[in-house]
């Protein structure tokens, strides 16, 4: 006699796969990250966009990439006039050319975080809206709180970060705050000043840009993050850690970080976009971004 279970036996993985649940399937779905583009932080290719923006631009498009993510008005040998010697209205058909778009920008707004004063901020805010952004992305803290913020320091950031959140908001775009690992500091009151920008700042204004690497490099789980804030990292830049020192770099996919478990928890994240960026590169940069444009495509997305 055929009994139920001798059958699925002999069927085989095909015909037992027709008495899987559709609620086991959509389940496993639902645990797959939303992004299916994928985007480049620029900032990784610096000293190839300031010698040639053009052809740059045209071999990321040629890797694959989707989108990018630009950095404008930084000082020191970064800073240069427009992107990389061409106005908006230039570098948005440099985009369109090579099917690229841009979603999200970092902005320096150190002046108005400092001071107060917007007349650089609202200049930024102008930019992010005529190449077509949605995310206005604030980089760092100034450099006094990185080395020597407080309490309170922190605090004033996040009614700063709030200002500017419905500066952009008038402009259509959303602000969202880049960390690195200084934020992740114990403020002496059993709470990190990164948890002080967090609960500190609307929730319906202001996003988070989670920089895994540096969030790992702190001592943090991500997928323990989501669970914490859900909703609130609007965009990853994906980079990995060297297995040996956790102060290196190195491509998306050689390293020690687990990307797939952080992205298979991505949907309670609130994700929106992805960038995969490398601080520094030891080997040829195209070769390098073509090493973790692959990974995030076939292992991730």
């Given at each position: ?277 490398q601080d520094l590169i030891t080997k040829e940069p195209f070769e390098s971004i073509t090493e973790s444009y692959n990974y995030v495509k076939n292992q991730l997305i």
């Open positions: 006699m055929t009994t139920r279970r001798s059958f699925l036996q002999k069927a085989g993985l095909a015909g037992a796969a027709a008495f899987i649940s559709p609620s086991i399937i959509t389940s496993a779905l639902a645990h797959s990250p939303k992004v299916s583009k994928i985007g480049i932080g620029l900032f990784t290719l610096r000293e190839q966009l300031t010698a040639d923006v053009k052809a740059t631009i045209e071999h990321v498009a040629k890797i694959g990439y989707n989108q990018v993510e630009t950095y404008y008005g930084y000082p020191g040998k970064y800073e240069v006039k427009g992107f990389w010697g061409l106005e908006a209205r230039d570098f948005n058909a440099l985009l369109k050319a090579n099917n690229l778009t841009s979603p999200s920008g970092h902005y320096n707004v150190t002046e108005f975080l400092s001071t107060g004063d917007d007349k650089v901020l609202k200049s930024h805010i102008e930019v992010a809206t005529s190449v077509g952004q949605k995310y206005f992305v604030i980089p760092a803290l100034p450099t006094d709180i990185r080395t020597n913020g407080t309490f309170d320091d922190y605090k004033k950031m996040a009614a700063r970060f709030n200002t500017v959140a419905e500066l952009c908001k008038k402009s259509g775009l959303k602000l969202a705050y880049h960390n690195h690992n200084f934020e992740f500091k114990d403020q002496g009151k059993g709470i990190t000043g990164y948890e002080i920008l967090l609960s500190e700042t609307d929730t319906k204004l202001v996003g988070f840009e989670l920089d895994i690497f540096w969030a790992v490099n702190a001592g943090l789980n991500p997928v323990d993050m989501f669970k914490k804030n859900p909703g609130r990292y609007k965009m990853f830049h994906v980079k990995d850690m060297d297995k040996q020192d956790k102060a290196i770099f190195t491509e998306v996919g050689s390293g020690r970080i687990d990307f797939k478990s952080i992205f298979a928890a991505s949907k309670t994240a609130g994700l929106d976009y992805i960038f995969t960026e």
